[in-house]
C-alpha cells in the first residue's frame, strides 16, 4: 500500500539558517511525489513535484527537493530560510499528477528571528 | 478563474445535525477529490468524481456521509447524523481529467472547517 513518513512532527530553525524536511515513501511503481505548504488559515500550496527525469527538482520560494530511489526519500531543503516559510509542510505521494494524493503527516516548521 | 472555491468556510453545528458543504472545482476541471484532514493530520481521502461519476470512495466514507456532483460542474458533501469525530478540515480539490499535460496538478480549495458541538 501506498504511505508517507515524515519523521520529524515539528522542526525550529533560526532565520536564515538552511533547512531540510524529510520525507520516505512506500510505493510499488514509480510514483509522482509532490511537497506541499499550507500556512495557517490558508489552503495547500504546490512546492514542487518529481515523476521523472533530474531527480533534483527546483520549485517556488526557493524550495527543492531531491529524489532518491534507493533509499525512497524525497527530502525538500532550502539554502536560507524567510521568517515567513513558518507553516506546515506535508509530502505526498500518487500514481499520476491525476490520481488520489496520499499524504503525510507534515512537519511543522517553526522560524526563530 | 481564481481558482477552487468552498462554501461555508467554517460550520459550527450539534451532534446529531445535517450538514451540507459546497465546492466550486476550477472550470473545466473534470475531476474533482474530497479530503479530510483532521488537527495534526495530512489531508486523507474520501472520494472522486470523473465529471458527475463517482468513481472511487474511501473507507473513511461511513454511510452517513454522501457526496454528489449532479452536472459534473460543483459538488457537495453531506455529513448526516454527524458526530463529534466528524470535526475537521474538508477540502476539495480539482485537475484536468487524465490525458492532459503531465505537469498539471490538483488544486485545492480554502477548505470548509467543521465543529461539531
Known amino acids: 500500500a501506498q504511505s508517507v513518513t515524515q519523521p520529524d512532527i515539528h522542526i525550529t530553525v533560526s532565520e536564515g539558517a538552511s533547512l531540510e524536511l524529510r520525507c520516505n515513501y512506500s510505493?510499488?511503481?514509480?510514483?509522482?511525489l509532490f511537497w506541499y505548504v499550507q500556512s495557517p488559515g490558508q489552503g495547500l500550496q504546490l512546492l514542487l513535484k518529481y515523476f521523472s527525469g533530474d531527480t533534483l527538482v527546483q520549485g517556488i520560494k526557493g524550495f527543492e527537493a531531491e529524489f532518491k530511489r534507493s533509499q525512497s526519500s524525497f527530502n525538500l531543503r532550502k539554502p536560507s530560510v524567510h521568517w515567513s516559510d513558518a507553516a506546515e509542510y506535508f509530502c505526498?505521494?500518487?500514481?499520476?499528477?491525476?490520481?488520489?494524493?496520499?499524504f503525510g503527516p507534515g512537519t511543522s516548521l517553526s522560524v526563530i528571528p | 478563474d481564481t481558482g477552487v472555491s468552498q462554501d461555508p468556510r467554517h460550520k459550527i453545528t450539534k451532534r446529531g445535525q445535517n450538514v451540507t458543504f459546497r465546492c466550486d472545482p476550477i472550470s473545466e476541471h473534470n475531476r474533482l477529490y474530497w479530503y479530510r484532514q483532521t488537527l495534526g493530520q495530512g489531508p486523507e481521502f474520501l472520494t472522486y468524481f470523473q465529471n458527475e461519476a463517482q468513481l472511487e470512495k474511501s473507507r473513511l466514507l461511513s454511510d452517513r456521509f454522501s457526496a454528489e456532483r449532479p452536472k459534473g460542474s460543483f459538488s457537495t458533501l453531506e455529513i448526516q447524523r454527524t458526530e463529534q469525530g466528524d470535526s475537521a478540515m474538508y477540502l476539495c480539490a480539482s485537475i484536468p481529467s487524465s490525458g492532459g499535460a503531465s505537469w498539471e496538478t490538483q488544486y485545492f480549495g480554502p477548505g470548509t472547517r467543521l465543529l461539531v458541538l
Open positions: 510505493y510499488g511503481a514509480t510514483p509522482y
Open positions: 505526498a505521494v500518487g500514481a499520476s499528477p491525476y490520481d488520489k494524493v496520499i
